[in-house]
């Protein structure tokens, strides 16, 4: 777990008076991703429980010179290709990781990734071997902000085509008090953000409201994406049946990364875009914004809601 939080002199002006005072901030840190062979992770291993230089493939560390998953042999992909640097608040990047190949359309089961493990000798770098017949994402501009983020696909049509589950299908159904109850149940939540005041955050829920994976970074899809990635590492994706509640808009992106994970509804506290609505139409997502107190919009799929 890297350090989330960092303290800095500010001065402080109230009523005219100045004040110097420490304050809390987010932090925010660049994280690359490389794609390296199975093998290349085991060669290099810490023994079992180090980091970094743990090896952590679906359930747990493998030591050095442990056993690879059935099916993985090593040297299986080819060495040193950096897939992707983001800025991120450390913490839980294995998820971050495990949930942007989800975004990207790379990867849709735990044992599609062979093993991930923080580079020993690079800072904020994590290494990630995918499974033999499991290919990378597809090459183009990598590059992404926690700001915005980049997904893989560049169209609705494209993106709705692409998907492994079809969300339209899910019959769950919600009531709108769950529905009213999520942004609170969410912000209980945010610890980092009581500290800070500038974490985003999302939240996968049951559809009566069950918390099941909570996640905060100062990039609102990463957050998406870190949630996406502890279904996928437990197994428990697609996400059928349940609810991703996020802290602030709902963009093109973020309808973009809930339909691949096969999650049936979308729940914002503030404003969608014209294409997150467009796309979430396409998908067949139930798609809610200003979801504030007992008030919500609906823009997709209103059916679900009781």
């Known amino acids: 777990m890297g350090v989330v939080t960092d303290r800095r002199r500010v001065v402080r002006v109230r009523e005219g008076a100045r004040a110097s005072r420490p304050d809390t901030l987010a932090v925010e840190e660049p994280l690359m991703v490389r794609l390296v062979g199975p093998g290349d992770l085991v060669s290099r291993a810490r023994p079992l429980g180090v980091v970094p230089g743990g090896v952590v493939p679906v359930g747990g560390l493998v030591p050095a010179g442990g056993a690879l998953p059935d099916g993985v042999l090593p040297g299986a992909r080819p060495a040193g290709t950096t897939l992707t640097m983001t800025m991120r608040t ?3 990047d294995f998820d971050l990781v495990a949930g942007w190949l989800v975004s990207e359309g790379a990867v849709t089961a735990r044992e599609d990734i062979a093993g991930m493990r923080l580079c020993p000798d690079e800072d904020n770098t994590v290494e990630v071997a995918l499974a033999p017949g499991v290919e990378p994402p597809r090459q183009r501009a990598f590059a992404t902000t926690s700001a915005c983020g980049v997904c893989g696909s560049d169209t609705v049509v494209e993106v709705r085509a692409a998907l492994r589950w079809p969300v339209a299908r899910d019959a769950v159904t919600v009531g709108t008090d769950v529905i009213a109850a999520l942004p609170d149940l969410l912000r209980e939540r945010q610890r980092a953000f009581d500290r800070t005041g500038g974490l985003h955050a999302a939240g ?67 404003a969608p875009s014209t ?32």
């Open 90 to 92: 450390p913490g839980d």
């Open 204 to 270: 996968l829920f049951t559809a009566d409201g069950e918390p099941l994976y909570v996640r905060e970074d100062v990039g609102r899809h990463n957050a998406v994406d870190k949630v996406v990635g502890a279904a996928l590492r437990d197994g428990a994706l697609p996400a059928a049946g349940t609810v991703l509640q996020v802290s602030g808009r709902a963009s093109f992106e973020l309808v973009q990364k809930a339909a691949r994970a096969g999650i049936p509804v979308l729940s914002a506290i503030s």
């Open 275 to 306: 294409l997150a609505v467009d796309l979430a139409e396409e998908c067949g997502l139930t798609l809610l914004g200003f979801v504030r107190g007992d008030s919500m919009n609906v823009y997709t799929r209103a059916d679900r809601l009781r």
